[in-house]
């Protein structure tokens, strides 16, 4: 469906506020989709990409400046995001050793379990938008959405 059908627009609308409402448009379509998966898990998408972070850390800690570099939202207040997740258990945050002004945060097991669940909710989740382009039309959609970020 044309964006100005979605947004039942009733003037026309150029073709740079067209691609800009198509792109949020579209943004709020896959995060309605992601929160609902995250919802049993009561947790946001933002606690979700810190939990992603420091699976990646392979099991070194993270600091809030690495943490926050590697947000997909870096407006989020980091400090609160391990705050929560460390209530939840699925963090642990240290004062580094060598460094007492530096905290090192890292996913526990119960994190990390979160996450194994999660996986293959994501994954399919991802493939939902994806089944409808084919490899190339995906290639090209990526490359053209860099290529307007950029």
């Known amino acids: 469906m044309k964006i100005e059908d979605e947004i ?8 740079s506020k067209k ?4 792109i949020l448009y579209t943004q709020n379509v896959i995060t309605d989709n992601f929160n609902e998966i995250l919802k049993p898990y ?4 933002e606690q979700y990409n810190v939990l992603r972070i420091l699976r990646g850390q392979k099991g070194n800690p993270a600091n809030m400046c690495l943490i926050q570099e590697r947000m997909l939202a870096r407006t989020s207040n980091t400090t609160r995001l391990v705050d ?4 939840k258990n699925f963090v642990t945050r ?3 050793p060598e460094n007492r002004r530096k905290i090192e945060v890292q996913i526990t097991q119960k994190g990390l379990d979160v996450l194994k669940e ?3 909710k994501v994954i399919a989740h991802d493939q939902l938008f994806s089944k409808k382009l084919n490899t190339e039309e995906l290639e090209q959609l990526n490359y053209l ?5 950029n």
């Open 145 to 149: 959405l860099e290529k307007y970020r």
């Open 94 to 96: 240290n004062v580094c």
């Open 118 to 120: 999660l996986d293959p």
């Open 19 to 22: 691609i800009t409402l198509n």
């Open 42 to 45: 009561d947790i946001s998408g």
């Open 8 to 15: 039942k627009s009733t003037i026309p609308l150029d073709i």
């Open 84 to 87: 929560k997740l460390l209530l």
